[in-house]
């Protein structure tokens, strides 16, 4: 005799969200009154064994989300600090197939969240759906692709079709409050506030107006809010925090690699560097 059950499906959405790391981490740092350090870098800078070891570094160092970034020869919407991480990944023979590869090496020894930080080219090109397909399998969570208007992916079909990844969603001071809506209803794992505007990498500090910015964002969705754009210091970060559910901190860790690229020592020096960004973090108010 057979028997059936029937299975709400509203319980295998949420049970499929909360299989995600993305989401497990931020309802972890929601239980715990805490918000979450996002570390970016470049996949493959300056080597793919170096870069290996600095995120497996920031992940000792309490980084709640590792964000690679995938190395790209026209990577527009960065600054120099970053466009350079790009051409040393390059040069160094890193390659979207080797990105897999460096993913599921780092899951042999950590289960951080991973976030690819990318343009469209190099995702197209390998297959959109597939591209998808194999970072999941191999432990990404998550992507940022820069250069795709989310409103774009529903006039193409191709692009509709992958799954596996949670699709982060980008919000600048400048988005109007309708476009601001629609991003916020497709927001997955996390929505990445952009303190101000501006390409990744310049000196500037974060915005005075980062609080009115995420109550925005917040008036319109439940997604966590994560800010990036500008923070290097242990006090920025804590600025951030408090009032945000994250602190993204890129172009200051990118410039520590490139400083310090040639030392035997350098995912020591970069997790050294990071520690008070992250403690500063966690210890908002």
Known sequence: MSVFFFVNPAYLTAAKYMSNRIDITFQHLRENKEAAFVAYICAGDPSYNASL??????????????????????????????????????KAGMSVHKLMDLIREFRTTH??????FTYL????????EQFHADAAAAGADGIL?????????????????????????????????????????QSE?????????????SQQAPSAGIGELVASIKACTDTPVCVGFGISSPEQAAEVAAAS??????????????????????????????????????NRN
């Not at 992940?59 to 970034?69: M, R």
């Not at 080219?121 to 959109?128: D, E, F, K, L, Q």
């Open 53 to 90: 070891e600095i995120a497996r570094s920031l992940a000792d160092a309490g980084a709640d989300i590792i964000e690679l970034g995938v190395p790209f020869s026209d990577p527009q919407a960065d600054g120099v600090v970053n466009q350079l991480a790009a051409e040393r990944a390059l």
């Open 111 to 116: 289960d951080t969240a991973i976030v690819l």
């Open 121 to 128: 080219n190099p995702v197209y090109a390998y297959g959109y």
């Open 145 to 185: 692709l820069l250069d795709l208007p989310p409103d774009e992916i529903a006039n193409n079909k191709e692009l509709t079709s992958a799954e596996g990844l949670r699709h982060i969603t980008l919000v600048s001071p400048s988005t109007p409050l309708k476009r601001k809506q629609m991003l916020a209803a």
């Open 189 to 201: 794992g996390f929505i990445y506030a952009v303190s101000r505007m501006g390409v990744t990498g």
């Open 245 to 282: 559910d994250g602190v993204v901190v890129g172009s200051a860790i990118v410039n520590q690699v490139a400083q310090n690229a040639d030392k035997a020592n350098l995912a020591e020096i970069v997790r050294d560097f990071t520690t008070p960004l992250i403690n500063a973090t966690k």
